[in-house]
Nanobody
Framework: QVQLVESGGGLVQAGGSLRLSCAAS????????MGWFRQAPGKEREFVAA????????YYADSVKGRFTISKDNAKNTVYLQMNSLKPEDTAVYYC?????????????????WGQGTQVTVSS
């Protein structure tokens, strides 16, 4: 059974940093794309970042480029999202997801597995 478990969310002041973790288990993820998405109240779920497990190639939304970094630890089967220079508009529930195809990694509807989400709140 595939499980994605996020951790690391919390409350931080604007300009601060947080690191989210996504521990993956239940299968081999070497051919997967691992993504981070977020959803703020009243808004649609949006793409944040993704990484191809096999190549390590990473992709970012324009809104977080230069501030967020996605990375992976193969030994721990864990994906991270380092978030720096946080802004109040980054406030959302952040979700980790896994996609076997990776054909359109910015589309949340194509992802096969999801974590439960972790709340990130950035105060001004």
């Amino acid at each position: 059974q595939v499980q994605l478990v996020e951790s690391g969310g919390g409350l931080v002041q604007a300009g601060g940093s947080l690191r989210l973790s996504c521990a993956a288990s239940g299968r081999t993820f070497s051919n997967y794309v691992m993504g981070w998405f977020r959803q703020a109240p009243g808004k649609e779920r949006e793409f944040v970042a993704a990484v191809r497990w096999s190549s390590g190639n990473s992709y970012y939304a324009d809104s977080v480029k230069g501030r967020f970094t996605i990375s992976k630890d193969n030994a721990k089967n864990t994906v991270y999202l380092q978030m720096n220079s946080l802004k109040p508009e980054d406030t959302a529930v952040y979700y980790c997801a896994a996609d076997i195809n990776g054909s359109d990694l910015r589309r949340w509807a194509l992802y096969d597995y999801w974590g439960q989400g972790t709340q990130v709140t950035v105060s001004s």
